[in-house]
C-alpha cells in the first residue's frame, strides 16, 4: 500500500531552519507531483507548496513565499521541504501529500504528519 514518511519537525526556535522530509513507497514517485500541507492547532489544513513530476515546476502560498523551498529527489523516492526563518505562526502539523494524476488539486494520499513548533 501506498505509505509517505514525514521527518525533520520537532521544537525549533524563531528563524531556525530545519527541513523535512517525505519518503514515499508503493507507488510510482516520479509519475505524481507532491504537495505539503500543514495544519496549525483550531485550524483547517491548509496549502504550503508542491512539486511537479520532474522538479522543474513549483507553486508556493503566499504565507511561505520566499521563506520555504519544496524539492524532490526521484532516485530516492523523496520529497523535502527546506524551511527558513520560520515564525511562530509557522507552528502547525505538516502533512506530505501524493496528489492525484488528474489533477493537482486535490489530494490522493497522505502522510501521517510531523509537528513542528516554533517557540519566539
Known amino acids: 500500500q501506498v505509505q509517505l514518511v514525514e521527518s525533520g519537525g520537532g521544537l525549533v526556535q524563531a528563524g531556525a531552519s530545519p527541513r523535512l522530509s517525505c519518503a514515499a513507497s508503493g507507488l510510482t514517485f516520479s509519475n505524481r507531483a507532491m504537495g505539503w500541507f500543514r495544519q496549525a492547532p483550531g485550524k483547517e489544513r491548509e496549502f504550503v507548496a508542491r512539486?511537479?513530476?520532474?522538479?522543474?515546476?513549483?507553486y508556493y502560498s503566499d504565507s511561505v513565499k520566499g521563506r520555504f523551498t519544496i524539492s524532490r529527489d526521484n532516485s530516492k523516492n523523496t520529497v523535502y521541504l527546506q524551511m527558513n526563518s520560520l515564525k511562530p505562526e509557522d507552528t502547525a502539523v505538516y502533512y506530505c501529500a501524493a496528489l492525484k494524476t488528474s489533477s493537482w488539486s486535490a489530494v490522493d494520499y497522505w502522510g501521517q504528519g510531523t509537528q513542528v513548533t516554533v517557540s519566539s
Open positions: 512539486i511537479s513530476l520532474s522538479g522543474i515546476s513549483t
